[in-house]
């Protein structure tokens, strides 16, 4: 379990991270999101205590970081993003050495290191020197590493960074694999990497954390997915516009998103899009009704949410704007 | 002391695979070698000073160049983060980093076992075995505190360069007593002249290359060079600081 209580860092006058607080349970695998110099990366160096917060404290599996510190390490297994070892180490020789200093006994060692070649999928480079390996490879290592010793908190600045489809396919599948009764925070920039492997995302704004309810809210927006099959797109549109609560309909016209097929004569499918006025509302009910009683065949109707990618764009042109008022 | 022993074996190992430890390292054991054999041609005497002395100085050029990247590269790369994530004191690490260099400038003396080798074949009679051993102890523990000081040097920038030219200046600094020493107004001042002796490597050095094993001299290596890796400790600590 990670849990911060209003981390505040400071270097000098400049304030990295602002009363920031936040709580990752057991199992769960929490995204950290934030524009480059957000706050992430000193975020995780207080959390794996490698520097101390200047106010606030850290509980990492049961203990707080700064003041057990060695204790809390003993459970965090820890990426760094550009995962740096020693390239003049073969990959077993480096895992080696990281169990040994990881307090693994010696005995248990060599089958503890087996183990995480065989997860990371390293069997195939594990007597390569380091410095040879590709990208994707150090990744692993450095996923291996942070495995070893089956610590309790995974702690991964940027896991997928700099890996193909495919390698990241694997490292969601690794993760996925792992979580169980573990705690898994990481950082990422890769948006759809987070909505796939994350249960929940904790977004960080120019230091300080954006309320779960804030994300929530701008997720929420409520918004109604119609596809209809018809021949006439601008009675469905004028319909759907009608409906009670509606304040916008979009889609329909070319340009703007008209998806209608004519598939079997006249009638095609038109997907729409309606917009309430009440982010809070749920239309679905009155959007059926209102074409049921006109026997319009409705395909699909699903209340839809911003993406990640919107909620992102949303949050960093707002840092902007709040940088240009001052 | 576990996780130190297993840093010393990793940083041994990383300076035994590095081929510009045996370019240094070949370097040192020429100019002592060469050293050793012109006076040995020049004098025909039968002893170790000539080593001893040239192990006196040369190493405040060797000791930085062998400890420059021990922590300064550690920390530009990265990789001092990923250390200090394990479960490891930073006190272990600059111990570990340490030993490892020691372990370094233990193996590069070895070789010069041969001086030792060729001046019992061409002694008259049987070598001062203790004077030898005693030279060795020396020229190890004036080598401890140089690397001790080349490592502080190393724990205070993340630029190799700039660690080995600091490892010079700190080096020179148990040096320059001695050069103090010399000085009429040092000299004068009998406290001060005490003080500026006391500090002095070559004062505590010289018993050494003499067979002579004292404990003061002991104490002045063990608490010098102890000085320089809790310095050492303290700078990379000062991240915490912030």
């Known amino acids: 379990m990670i849990r911060a209580e209003g981390i505040t860092k400071r270097f000098g006058e400049f304030t990295a991270v602002s009363d920031a607080s936040f709580e990752v349970g057991e199992g769960e695998v929490v995204g950290f999101l934030g524009v480059n110099g957000a706050g992430k990366t000193t975020t995780l160096r207080v959390l794996i205590g490698f520097y101390p917060a200047t106010s606030g404290r850290a509980i990492v599996a049961g203990f707080d970081i700064a003041a057990e510190s060695l204790k809390a390490r003993r459970h965090i297994g820890y990426m ?15 895992l080696n050495f990281r169990a040994s200093i990881k307090g693994i006994e010696r005995k248990r060692r060599g089958a503890e290191v087996d183990r995480v070649v065989e997860r990371a999928g390293l069997k195939e480079v594990r007597g390569q020197v380091i ?18 010793g089956s610590p309790k908190v995974l702690i991964l600045d940027e896991p997928t960074s700099g890996l193909d489809p495919l390698q990241r396919m694997q490292v969601r599948q690794i993760l996925r694999e792992e979580r169980h009764g573990r705690t898994v925070l990481l950082s990422t920039h890769i948006l759809s990497e987070a909505e796939a492997a994350c249960d929940r995302i904790i977004i960080i704004r120019r230091g300080r954390i954006v309320p779960e309810a804030e994300v929530e809210a701008l997720r929420a927006v409520g918004m109604i997915s119609v596809a209809v099959k018809t021949g006439d797109l601008a009675a469905a ?36 899009e ?27 109707l699903r209340r839809t949410e911003r993406s990640l990618e919107e909620i992102f764009g949303i949050l960093t042109l707002r840092s902007a704007d709040e940088d240009k008022s001052g | ?28 054991l020429f100019l002592a070698g060469s050293r050793f054999a012109f006076d040995f041609v020049r004098t025909r005497q039968a002893e170790i000073r000539p080593l001893a002395t040239i192990c006196y100085w040369l190493p405040i050029f060797l000791a930085p160049l062998i400890t420059m990247r021990m922590l300064a590269e550690e920390k530009r790369a990265g990789t001092f983060e990923v250390m200090v994530s394990a479960p490891v004191t930073d006190a272990e690490v600059v111990i570990g980093k340490f030993l490892g260099a020691l372990g370094f400038y233990a193996a ?55 660690a080995a030219f600091l490892g010079f200046i700190f080096c020179f600094v148990p040096l320059s007593f001695d050069m103090l020493n010399g000085l009429p107004e040092v000299r004068a001042d009998p406290i001060l002249s005490d003080i500026v002796s006391y500090l002095s490597l070559w004062t505590h050095y010289r018993s050494f290359i003499r067979g002579a094993i004292d404990t003061r001299d002991i104490c002045y290596f063990a608490s010098m060079t102890a000085l320089g890796l809790y310095l050492a400790i303290k700078a990379v600590e000062s991240r915490r600081w912030l």
């Open chain 1, 80 to 94: 760094p993003e550009t995962t740096p070892m020693y390239g003049e180490m073969r990959v077993s020789e480096y």
């Open chain 2, 108 to 162: 590069l003396l070895l070789p010069t076992l041969s001086c030792v080798a060729a001046l019992a074949h061409y002694s008259e009679g049987p070598l001062d075995a203790g004077l030898i051993a005693a030279g060795y102890a020396g020229i190890l523990l004036a080598g401890g505190l140089y690397l001790s000081l080349g490592l502080l040097a190393s724990s205070l920038t993340e630029s190799s360069i700039l």
């Open chain 1, 274 to 300: 309606a917009i309430p006025s009440d982010r809070n509302a749920d239309l679905r009910e009155a959007v059926f009704r209102t074409f049921a009683e006109r026997s319009i065949p409705l395909l699909e």
């Open chain 1, 237 to 272: 549109r004028a319909l759907l516009r009608a409906v009670p609560g509606v304040a916008e309909v979009r889609g329909g016209d070319v340009g703007t998103g008209d998806r209608t097929q004519r598939s079997d004569g006249g009638a095609g499918t038109a997907v729409l």
């Open chain 1, 131 to 148: 410095r040879t390996v590709s990208r994707g490879y150090r990744q692993r290592i450095g996923l291996a590493d942070a495995l070893l």
């Open chain 2, 1 to 28: 002391m576990r996780n130190a022993t297993a840093i010393a074996r990793r940083e041994l190992g990383a300076l035994l695979l590095s081929p510009a430890s045996y370019v240094t390292g070949a370097a040192f």
